[in-house]
């Protein structure tokens, strides 16, 4: 009996290690997409799509862990990595979308609700955003990006 202690903690401290990789790779993967999103020269339409992406996989990664304030502080490892990106994409994507004609709008909100990101942003962002709000978080730039996603506000 008096073993199994030790074994035990070495494998907690163990498991614990690996979730602190599988964080740091998923957040440098999602910091590589960010910079190509923001500096490469891309249609709008392709930075919303992959912004979209990226902030479903971010919210979906978030989710995993069952404690509220880790996940908290892996969107804050988020935020903070790519704040100068969401900054830099929200802003060029709200006006983009704001200038847009009504029958421009109609298009590029059925164009996409069909996405596959669209069901899964939908579920996600009012879960994120009752969340900080419950723990008192602050988002700051990714509840800026999150908000270019409100489709529902497309149409007026």
């Known amino acids: 009996m008096k073993y199994y202690l030790p074994q035990l903690l070495i494998l ?6 690996l979730q602190g990789c599988t964080m740091s790779k998923l957040l440098k993967q999602n910091r590589t997409e960010m910079e190509r999103l923001a500096y490469e020269d891309l249609s709008k339409k392709e930075k919303f799509d992959g912004l979209a992406e990226v902030l479903v996989e971010v919210m979906e ?3 995993t862990f069952e404690n509220p304030l880790k996940t908290f502080r892996y969107l804050e490892k988020f935020t903070k990595q790519n704040s100068d990106e969401l900054k830099s994409l929200s802003g060029e994507l709200k006006p983009w979308i704001d200038e847009m004609g009504r029958g421009e709008k109609i298009s590029f909100t059925t164009r996409a609700l069909a996405r596959p990101y669209s ?4 579920k996600l962002v009012p879960r994120i955003q009752r969340m900080a709000k419950e723990n008192e978080f602050e988002l700051g730039p990714l509840q800026k990006a999150m908000l270019v996603y409100r489709l529902k506000g497309l149409i007026k």
């Open 12 to 17: 907690s401290f163990a498991l614990i290690l």
């Open 61 to 63: 990664s978030s989710l």
């Open 119 to 122: 069901r899964r942003m939908v």
